[in-house]
């Protein structure tokens, strides 16, 4: 299942790295390098269009909706929030300007920008806000981001007041991740909404053309708040085959690509393109369906947990341009992330021994595991698979597309799984995996009142050691478990034509911030 993670050494660096290894972004205009803080309508560009693609088809532009990463890679360049979080952990003003806390810590006051719009032209008002919100609470995938919110009022045409359920330490950092959508437009799309071409967004691009297994269009929106995008034109392919979009990279029928593993030494050697080591905030990792046999049993999710060969995943799936995992938070990373605990590192003999705790002396056949069917994960499956053999488990690969098997996991269809996430660079990313406000969405489902309850302490705990400790205690609850077993922290790698100008942030990048030298 998939979302978002950050970057830091000895001080937070959220920002990409050049192969060069220096800490500043490799495409960049101005020396402020975060997204949002230049103004693309002043570059003189040679180029307006931009070719890209996505690995996937995109299951739906409902921004409420996906969780698929394909689908935020794309609707993030239609849909906006009231404020959004740069990888500094600042933030930037997009459709509210300002906001105000009282003193109670728990009302939010926010003021709408006067003058921006939705793509049919109707100006952005408090009400659609309060509709976004009110509309998001009641949809699983946004279980996470409504969770603080208790009441959401509108005051007038440009303010809004959002109460919260308590003082909470991330709340606004929460909240600002419900995209904020035209309630003319919703209603009238009804159930339809995110399967066509909308409107719904005020946002730098709109749709203007949707087929969902092939190819998506969209135009700049010249009416944008922040200015006219530089980039005029935007058309995503959908290629599942990533060395087919690299052929069409090198071909010159893409502008930026991501590169494939096995691909990746020779395309940084040629001076023809560009190259950048993006960090992200994912973690890639094996999900045991704890919910029935024959992963019930802790004893043999313990032996899948000291089984795995996390290096040698690295190295075979990744190409070793990623970083071992032993926590579901990095904490290279993620704010408050603990640095030690309960974690698993490769030993054999310790899998034979709990193998033979559980009851399976000479081994046992687990069944299938999914495998998301692009990018690395065929790779990655099959070393987990030869690790799992070694100490005598046996595992069939069962791969399918990759919503196919988000899909399965969610209904809990499944023994065992794939899963990789990325989410905002806070710590509420932990109850995405296993608070019980998830889930419905989440593949394990551990429906735990002691974790929703020490989260939920977590939440409200504005004290930032007494947080830190708060979340250590969930993530050993969590990964003694063994039913979420992290492998790596990975790097994204980008190639791109010369002459492409801009910034890439973690985790996704913003067409609104590239253009091309003129």
């Given at each position: 299942?998939?979302?978002?993670?950050?970057?830091?050494?000895?001080?937070?660096?959220?920002?990409?790295?050049t192969?060069?290894?220096?800490?500043?972004?490799?495409?960049c205009?101005?020396?402020?390098?975060?997204?949002?803080?230049?103004?693309?309508?002043?570059?003189?560009?040679?180029?307006?269009?931009?070719?890209?693609?996505?690995?996937?088809?995109?299951?739906s532009?409902?921004?409420?909706a996906?969780?698929?990463?394909?689908?935020i890679?794309?609707?993030?360049?239609?849909?906006?929030t009231?404020?959004?979080?740069?990888s500094?952990?600042?933030?930037?003003?997009r459709?509210?300007?300002?906001?105000e806390?009282?003193?109670?810590?728990?009302?939010?006051?926010?003021?709408l920008?006067?003058?921006?719009?939705?793509?049919n032209?109707?100006?952005?008002?408090?009400?659609?806000?309060?509709?976004?919100?009110?509309?998001?609470?009641?949809?699983?995938?946004?279980?996470?981001?409504?969770?603080?919110?208790?009441?959401?009022?509108a005051?007038?045409?440009?303010?809004?007041?959002?109460?919260t359920?308590?003082v909470?330490?991330?709340?606004?950092?929460?909240?600002?991740e419900?995209c904020?959508?035209?309630?003319?437009?919703?209603?009238?799309?009804?159930?339809k909404?995110?399967?066509?071409?909308?409107?719904?967004?005020?946002?730098?691009?709109?749709l203007?053309?949707?087929?969902?297994?092939?190819?998506?269009?969209?135009?700049a929106?010249?009416?944008?708040?922040?200015?006219?995008?530089?980039?005029?034109?935007?058309t995503?392919?959908?290629?599942?085959?990533?060395?087919a979009?690299?052929?069409?990279?090198?071909?010159?029928d893409?502008?930026l690509?991501?590169?494939?593993?096995?691909?990746?030494?020779?395309?940084k050697?040629?001076?023809?393109?560009q190259t950048v080591?993006?960090?992200?905030?994912?973690i890639?990792?094996?999900?045991l369906?704890?919910?029935?046999?024959?992963f019930?049993?802790a004893?043999?999710r313990?032996a899948?947990?000291?089984a795995?060969?996390k290096?040698?995943?690295?190295?075979?799936?990744?190409?070793g341009?990623?970083?071992?995992?032993?926590?579901?938070l990095?904490p290279?990373?993620?704010?408050?992330?603990p640095?030690?605990?309960?974690?698993y590192?490769y030993?054999?003999?310790?899998?034979?021994e709990?193998?033979?705790?559980?009851?399976?002396?000479?081994?046992?056949?687990?069944?299938?595991?999914?495998v998301?069917?692009?990018?690395?994960?065929p790779?990655?499956?099959?070393?987990?698979?030869?690790?799992l053999s070694?100490?005598?488990?046996?595992?069939k690969?069962?791969?399918?597309?990759?919503?196919?098997?988000?899909?399965?996991?969610?209904a809990?269809?499944y023994?065992?799984?794939?899963?990789?996430?990325?989410?905002d660079p806070?710590?509420?990313?932990l109850a995405?995996?296993?608070?019980?406000?998830m889930i419905?969405?989440?593949?394990?489902?551990?429906g735990?009142p002691?974790?929703?309850?020490?989260?939920?302490?977590?939440?409200?705990?504005?004290?930032?050691?007494?947080?830190?400790?708060?979340i250590?205690?969930v993530?050993?609850?969590?990964?003694?478990?063994a039913?979420?077993?992290?492998?790596?922290?990975?790097?994204?790698?980008y190639?791109?034509a010369?002459g492409?100008?801009?910034?890439f942030?973690?985790?996704?990048?913003?067409?609104?911030?590239?253009?091309?030298?003129?």
């Open positions: 299942m998939e979302d978002k993670q950050d970057e830091e050494s000895d001080e937070k660096t959220r920002h990409a790295v192969d060069a290894g220096n800490a500043a972004d490799a495409l205009w101005g020396t402020d390098q975060t997204r949002g803080n230049t103004d693309p309508s002043g570059i003189q560009s040679a180029r307006t269009d931009i070719k890209l693609c996505v690995p996937s088809e995109i299951t532009m409902d921004p409420h996906t969780t698929a990463v394909a689908d890679q794309v609707y993030r360049q239609v849909y906006e009231l404020f959004f979080l740069n500094k952990m600042e933030l930037e003003p459709v509210a300007e300002r906001y806390l009282a003193d109670d810590g728990m009302t939010y006051t926010f003021y920008r006067q003058g921006a719009k939705f793509h032209g109707d100006e952005v008002k408090a009400s659609d806000v309060v509709f976004s919100f009110e509309r998001a609470k009641t949809i699983p995938a946004m279980a996470n981001y409504t969770a603080p919110i208790d009441t959401v009022t005051v007038n045409d440009y303010t809004v007041q959002v109460k359920v308590d909470l330490a991330a709340a606004l950092s929460q909240i600002d419900i904020i959508l035209s309630e003319k437009i919703v209603n009238e799309q009804g159930d909404f995110g399967q066509s071409n909308v409107d719904a967004g005020c946002g730098p691009y709109t203007s053309s949707y087929d969902r297994s092939t190819k998506i269009t969209m135009k929106f010249d009416d944008y708040y922040r200015g006219a995008p530089a980039i005029k034109d935007v995503y392919t959908v290629m599942t085959d990533s060395s979009s690299l052929i069409a990279f090198e071909s010159g893409l502008d690509v991501t590169v494939p593993l096995s691909s990746w030494n020779m395309i050697e040629n001076s023809a393109y080591l993006v960090p992200t905030t994912h890639s990792y094996i999900a369906n704890l919910s029935k046999a024959p019930d049993n004893d043999l313990k899948v947990a000291y795995i060969d290096e040698s995943c690295i190295v075979a799936a990744y190409e341009l990623a970083d071992k995992a032993d926590f579901l990095n290279a990373t993620i704010d408050l992330a640095t030690d605990g309960v974690h590192d030993n054999p003999d310790m899998a034979r709990y193998l033979a705790k559980a009851g399976y002396p000479n081994g046992i056949d687990v069944g299938e595991m999914l998301y069917g692009s990018g690395y994960w790779k990655f499956a099959e070393i987990i698979q030869q690790s070694d100490v005598g488990i046996v595992v690969l069962h791969t399918m597309d990759t919503s196919a098997v988000i899909q399965d996991m969610k809990g269809n023994t065992m799984g794939t899963g990789g996430m990325a989410c806070q710590v509420g990313f995405r995996f296993c608070h019980s406000r419905q969405s989440s593949a394990v489902k551990f735990d002691w974790i929703d309850s020490k989260l939920d302490a977590s939440d409200r705990e504005l004290d930032t050691a007494k947080r830190a400790a708060l250590k205690e993530n050993d609850y969590v990964m003694d478990s039913a979420l077993l992290p492998v790596f922290y990975k790097t994204t790698p190639a791109y010369s492409l100008t801009g910034n942030d973690l985790n996704f990048y913003y067409i609104y911030n590239f253009g091309w030298n003129a």
